[in-house]
């Protein structure tokens, strides 16, 4: 396995939440959101804020209730790109206006699944995300518990407000022997209120592994750069399977899928622990979107 240990430097979480519409929640974007290595970890951060805002403004929740809900930890993040690199650079400019609509999908005893569609000033749906939560004791984040207040979120339930969000067909297979491994620490910057990584910093992960493969030439050159239109997000799927924490060491591999040459699939791992012990799962697609060429805006495809 290549192996390497990097400390990156400071990611910053650049949201700046503005003035909002009833049903939406607004950021102005600031130059770290923009650039297309950023991309995925950009996404997830502005819907975990609307995820913050949709409970406490746009469902009406008491601030008790809305507090209630955030104790919660993500299960899995599928994200949709609805428009190819040249439109994204278009339209996630330094200063642009990103519009963060939040639905409430699906309810279950113990998780729920919250729907974003991402749109620009000029309403053009740039990405969609499917967040699945899971309700946890306070005291004990590994315990799943009910969905508290149940019947609040299932007055707020709207299943069709926000499309559903195609998936990657392709499934991680089991580390390949010849995967790129990229080894981090945790830092506390990483975490957050529950001491934990939060969700958005593995898209952060995902594209530093994928620079630190590329300049150790173990990539595919089509796959090896967000900023070219053959390795610029099209589809992500990330399943969060335990929490690690500030100064935990992670070790992160990296290799193409085996069937189609689009896809990259990651696994991080505690290597500190006895055999190892895995934490997530990731799987990204890449290459030019099908809406290439058009205005872009709208999902031109039913299925990746």
Known sequence: LSHFIFHPPHRQRSIMPI???ADATVFKTLYLDCVPHAAIGGLLNWCDAAQTD?????????PEAARQAEWTVTRSNTLEYLVPLSSWQRYVSPKAFISVK????????????????????ESV?????ESTMVAVDPQDFTKPVPVPNIDLFR?????????PVYAIEATPSERHRAAFCWDVEVRASDCDNLQHINNAIYGYLMEDTRRAAAEANALPEALA???DAGG?????????????????VLSISLWPDEVDSSVLHFEFTL??????????????????????GSNGGSSSHSKL
């Open 54 to 62: 949709f409970f406490v403004r746009c469902a009406g929740f008491s």
């Open 125 to 129: 749906a740039l990405a969609r995300l």
């Open 155 to 163: 007055q707020v339930l709207k299943p069709d407000a926000v499309p």
């Open 19 to 21: 003035g909002q519409p």
């Open 225 to 227: 750069r967000p900023s």
């Open 102 to 121: 939040t639905s409430l999908a699906r309810i279950g005893k113990t998780s729920f699944a919250l729907r974003f569609s991402i749109e620009s000033e």
């Open 232 to 248: 610029f997000p099209r589809a992500v799927r990330i399943d969060y399977l335990d929490q690690p924490q500030a100064g935990d």
């Open 271 to 292: 290597p500190l622990y006895p055999n190892g012990k895995v934490v997530c799962k990731a799987s990204l697609m890449c290459g030019e979107h099908p809406a290439a």
